[in-house]
Nanobody, 123 residues
Framework: QVQLVESGGGLVQAGGTLRLSCAAS????????MAWFRQAPGKEREFVAF????????LYADSVKGRFTISTDNAKNTVYLQMNGLKPVDTAVYYC????????????????WGQGTQVTVSS
């Protein structure tokens, strides 16, 4: 059974940095695609970043491109989201998600989810 556990959220001032971690367990993830999504109050869950566990190809939402970096540590089965230049609009609960296969920005195609971690950016 796939388990995803996020950590690293918190309160930060605008312009600050945070690094989110997603520890994955329960499977061999070489054929999996991993992604970060976020959901602000009253808004739909939105795609943030994607990475293929095998090969490391990445994709980003336009709103975070150049500020956020997704990466993996295969030895630790962990996915990271390095967030620099944070803005108040980045405030949301951030979720790690996993699926077998290729890229998708549609959260409905991901069957496995972590519990989420809150990121709050003050102005």
């Amino acid at each position: 059974q796939v388990q995803l556990v996020e950590s690293g959220g918190g309160l930060v001032q605008a312009g600050g940095t945070l690094r989110l971690s997603c520890a994955a367990s329960g499977r061999t993830f070489s054929s999996y695609a991993m992604a970060w999504f976020r959901q602000a109050p009253g808004k739909e869950r939105e795609f943030v970043a994607f990475i293929r566990w095998s090969g490391g190809s990445t994709l980003y939402a336009d709103s975070v491109k150049g500020r956020f970096t997704i990466s993996t540590d295969n030895a630790k089965n962990t996915v990271y989201l390095q967030m620099n230049g944070l803005k108040p609009v980045d405030t949301a609960v951030y979720y790690c998600a996993a699926k077998v296969g290729d890229y998708s920005a549609n959260y409905k195609t991901y069957p496995y989810w972590g519990q989420g971690t809150q990121v709050t950016v003050s102005s």
